[in-house]
């Protein structure tokens, strides 16, 4: 099992970006809300999209995750 942040700040296409613990692109902890623990990207991204419909995973990170 993995923590998993969602940023609250979104990127330029709109999107806000699903990372895990430990990735270099990380938001500032100001900046991230925390998911809960996964075994995977796709329950993550599926609780991120609770509050953010538009979310994805980060290309680093989270590829399998990452649509666009």
Not at 8 to 31: L, Y
Not at 43 to 67: D, L, M, W
């Amino acid at each position: 099992m993995a923590r998993y942040y969602v940023n609250r700040n979104a990127q330029a296409n709109g999107d806000h970006e699903v990372h895990v613990t430990g990735c270099n692109w990380m938001p500032d902890p100001g900046n991230r809300s925390y998911l809960g623990e996964f075994s995977s990207c796709a329950p993550a991204v599926r609780e991120a999209k609770k509050t953010y419909a538009r979310s994805n995973g980060c290309f680093y990170c989270c590829k399998p995750c990452h649509t666009s």
